[in-house]
């Protein structure tokens, strides 16, 4: 038995309305392509997927002038432990440069919504510290981007779905990574 959300993406790819799918399965092996279209179908899928996302957020984010970065960075160290990593830290979990890391930090430390502070066992290192006023603009990103008349509102209700449907996809494809060895699953390693 097909669930209703198979039945409409069936029904959708079947008219052609899609423009995604509009005649490349039908094409597929007439072209002379080889192997089958899913996984440029699937590509293509995440891809606009995320760039509709990625426009919904920034325009969220602009209204609450906040970079995407800065709402990433914030969010992360919202999610540590004591609420501060080191700069390489945060590079490695949102996967950024350590140039792009510091100068996100270098906005945020101006806007009051980060601080900095030295590590208290290695001098070499410095923390970044998320401020009560960094904790609050995170926290009204993440109450806009769940408003009903927001950006995201064409995704109501899905933004659990979309999570638990990509997931496997990304874990198959090695996007693992244990934050905190020893302490558990979930907790953002704070080096400090």
């Known amino acids: 038995m097909q669930t209703k959300a198979r039945q409409g993406i069936e029904e959708v790819m079947d008219d052609g309305v899609d423009p995604l799918v509009m005649g490349v399965r039908d094409r597929w092996k ?7 279209p899913w996984p440029f179908l699937a590509i293509c899928s995440v891809g606009r997927l995320n760039q509709l996302l990625t426009k919904a957020l920034d325009t969220e984010l602009k209204r609450l002038d906040l970079t995407r970065t800065g709402y990433f960075l914030l969010t992360t160290l919202a999610l540590s432990v004591k609420g501060r990593a080191r700069l390489s830290t945060l590079g490695r979990i949102l996967m950024m440069h350590p140039t792009t890391v510091k100068l996100t930090v270098d906005q945020l430390e101006a806007a009051g919504l980060v601080g900095r502070t030295r590590h208290p066992r290695d001098r070499r290192a410095t923390l970044v510290e998320i401020t009560d006023a960094g904790r609050e603009r995170a926290n009204e990103v993440s109450l806009a981007l769940e408003a009903p008349g927001g950006a995201l509102a064409a995704f109501d209700g899905m933004h659990r ?5 990509l997931q496997p996809a990304r874990l198959a494809a090695g996007d693992v990574e244990l934050l905190n ?6 907790r953002v390693q704070t080096d400090g």
């Open 30 to 36: 007439d072209q002379g392509l080889r192997g089958d």
């Open 181 to 186: 060895p020893g302490q558990g699953r979930g």
């Open 161 to 165: 779905d979309l999570f638990e449907a």
